[in-house]
């Protein structure tokens, strides 16, 4: 049914699609620079981190202690000079439920338009450390280098407002939700948000530019945090490499603080040793990092709040010190779709003119996505119900596993596997009903292939008209699959199953880059996947396109276990042959023309 010969011309389009590619990349635009030195140690720093670790130790959002350490906060940020201080305290939706978040701001005005902003959550720490738990200065640093800021920036006069933020709820990020919704529309040139700056070994990147949507930071504010990073902190390769990119492009995900700004269009990163994870309770620390890092903190946000104004959020990829730009990955990506498309428009017409139906066959397919959609909605409506405790951003493996998210994730499951068994039989009578003009052909197998490959093609096509990177990953599949019923692998149980898995290849690379980014084991991953989706997490668009990939995949099992059975039943074939048979006599073939004309 698939004409190889198309397949294999079409690839001209990909071959000239790569030559564009290679001459698409642009210079990245340069860090933002200044020549003023840090303008005063930050030696204090570390002691005030000991210091408060030593009074608050274990922070959890909303508590008492959490109250008292933003009364400190404020107190501090005051004494520093300079600045208009003001707190409020609003109702946010934490890890640990429902609590009272107090978010402290200190405001210096500048002589210009914008705003910088610096945050630093007061429970950093994801468990319960010890009260005197060395770990519990990881959790403390970024408040005490905050105060430290502030003191620095006081007197100084400034081209763009700076604004200091202490909040809680780091734990799914629900403080600083709250305020880049307080931010939004607003003239914000940058965000910087505190994280993990005591940690005694690095984990990359220490420039998170991830965002909770399909966006990434602007290269030139991560380029200043890791050319000063560099220079004060003796920090090398702090920025993400370019696959870790493509991951978070094409399934946009983060733990860290930066995540609900960036996803509010405003230029943010986090700087964390930490990397994209939360400190725990009893890592090793080392806090003499903290000055260091203090000082790369003052340059960058004197060249920043000096420097050019900044672009928003982008889908742009940094490769080394080149920018490949959006148009070309949406060009490349559809490209490699094109030698499927081409190939599927010659097969579509071989399977009608051998009496296939495609209409009735594409029915069939998408009434095995109806059971996908089904768990989809049990799950966000878990999440509209508050039966899974749902976050602005997700949370890495230092999070215990809900029982609400659990249990809900199995019941969605059970409710997809029965609707499966129901769901699937009513459409093959709506397919049915449709009815085929004239019995067909060729076997079954061929023409169902063809409408499930039909169905992928549009699918990636619409996925890359929104996301060319998430439409990325189902390429390796759409050409995978488009053989799963051709005469060579129909039938074939090793090479039907070899097309499939590698087909799922790139979503279990994929799958396999988030849970070591966030430190998930695969049932951690099971569990935060089922309270992203049953939150905002993960978009409903992209959801419901998944729901259609694994309504295909479905599909393509189905079709592969009845050709398996089919090709197991052996029909004994009429015997044809007169006499012996080693008899190659006249008769022989059963009747032969001439010797009817005899």
Known sequence: ?????????????????????????????????????????????????????????????????????????????????????????????????????????AERPGLGQGTIVVVADRDLLSGPPAPHDAGAVAGTAASAVLLQLARVFSGASLNRSLLLVSTSGAVGAAGNAQLAASLAGQNVDAVIV??????????????????????????????????????????????????????HLAFPFTAGGQGPFAAAGLPAVTVSLSGDRLPQPGERVDPARIAGLGLALDQSISALEAGPTLAPPGRDLSLASKLVPLWAVRLLVLALI????????????????????????????????????LGLLVLRAAGVLALVPTLPAPVDGSVAVSLGAAGTGVVALGITAVALRLLRPVGVQIASGIGWRRTPTSPAIEGASVALSLVLCALTLLVWSVNPFAAALFVPALHLWLWVGSPGVAGR???????????????????????????????????????????????????????????????????????????AVTVEAPVTVRGPATYAGPGSLGGTQSALRR
């Open 194 to 247: 505190l994280g993990d700056l005591a940690r005694a070994t690095t984990r990359r990147p220490v420039v998170v530019p991830w965002s909770t949507r399909a966006a990434l930071a602007p290269s030139a504010l991560a380029g200043t945090l890791s050319r000063y990073l560099g220079v004060q902190a003796g920090l090398s390769a702090t920025l993400p490499s370019f696959s870790a990119q493509l991951s």
């Open 338 to 373: 094109a030698p499927v498309a081409a190939t599927l428009i010659d097969a579509i017409a071989r399977a009608r003119r051998r009496g296939h139906s495609i209409l009735s066959w594409s029915v069939w397919v998408l009434s095995g996505t109806l059971p996908w959609i």
């Open 1 to 105: 049914m698939v004409d190889p010969r198309i397949y294999r011309v079409s690839w001209v389009i990909v071959l000239i699609a790569i030559i564009i590619f290679g001459f698409s990349l642009q210079t990245a635009p340069p860090a933002a620079s200044t020549d003023l030195a840090p303008g005063v140690s930050f030696s204090a720093a570390a002691p005030q981190a000991v210091s408060l670790a030593a009074r608050f130790g274990a922070v959890a959002p909303g508590s008492v202690r959490d109250g008292d350490f933003a009364a400190a906060m404020a107190a501090g940020l005051r004494a520093a000079g300079g600045f208009s201080v003001s707190s409020r305290t609003d109702s946010l939706r934490t890890a640990v439920g429902e609590r009272a978040i107090a978010t402290v701001e």
């Open 493 to 567: 149980w090793g090479r039907s199953v070899l097309l499939i898995l590698a087909g799922l290849l790139a979503p279990l690379l994929l799958a396999i880059h988030v849970m070591l980014s966030l430190g998930l084991s695969p049932w951690g991953f099971a569990a935060s996947l089922v309270r992203a989706l049953s939150g905002s997490a993960v978009t409903l668009g992209l959801a419901l396109s998944w729901c259609v990939a694994l309504g295909v995949l479905s599909g393509i099992v189905v079709l592969l276990a009845r050709a398996v059975r089919a090709s």
